[in-house]
């Protein structure tokens, strides 16, 4: 699946429908700048959007992920690539999710650390360094939960 033979095919859908790209965005749930990017082949819809999509440009899934409208069979070739090509970009989608994650945690213990530096350095008041200690353990905390949910679930 081309990204560019992809927007093409949303482009002449959406013309046929009669529909602007704002029009297409509120069907599919998107802004209409999303839709620009598919028709620009910039990227490709969630794969959750394939479904709305097709149904707003009146094509079928299968049509719409062929980037042509006409004969719906696929030789069971063209169905292992079709797949294929979907969990790898799935994979990839994970993939940078996690790193994203992983940067997020390294921010947070770095923030960590020099606040624990500085709280002990500079503050005197025990009462203070040790509120100031609680703020930085919650907020890793409350950080770590959110990375599990975002990877995990």
């Known amino acids: 699946m081309d990204a560019y033979d992809f927007g093409k095919f949303v482009y002449e859908c959406r013309k046929e429908q009669g529909l602007s790209q704002t029009e297409l965005g509120e069907k599919v749930s998107v802004t209409g700048k ?11 819809p969630d794969i959750t959007l394939l479904e709305p999509l097709s149904v707003a440009l009146g094509v079928t899934i299968m049509e719409l992920m062929k980037s042509s409208k006409g004969d719906n069979s696929m030789t069971s070739e063209e169905e292992i690539n079709m797949l294929n090509e979907t969990i ?12 994203k994650c992983i940067l997020l945690c390294v921010l947070v213990l770095l923030t960590m650390a020099m606040g624990d530096f500085l709280a002990c350095r500079y503050v005197d008041n025990m009462w203070l360094r040790g509120g100031f200690v609680f703020l930085l353990t919650w907020t890793a905390w409350a950080s770590g939960f959110l990375m599990r949910s975002y990877l995990f679930f």
Do not use: F, N, T
């Open 88 to 99: 790898a970009y799935l994979k990839r989608q994970k993939k940078i999710a996690k790193l």
């Open 34 to 44: 999303a839709v620009s990017r598919w028709e620009r082949g910039v990227g490709y």
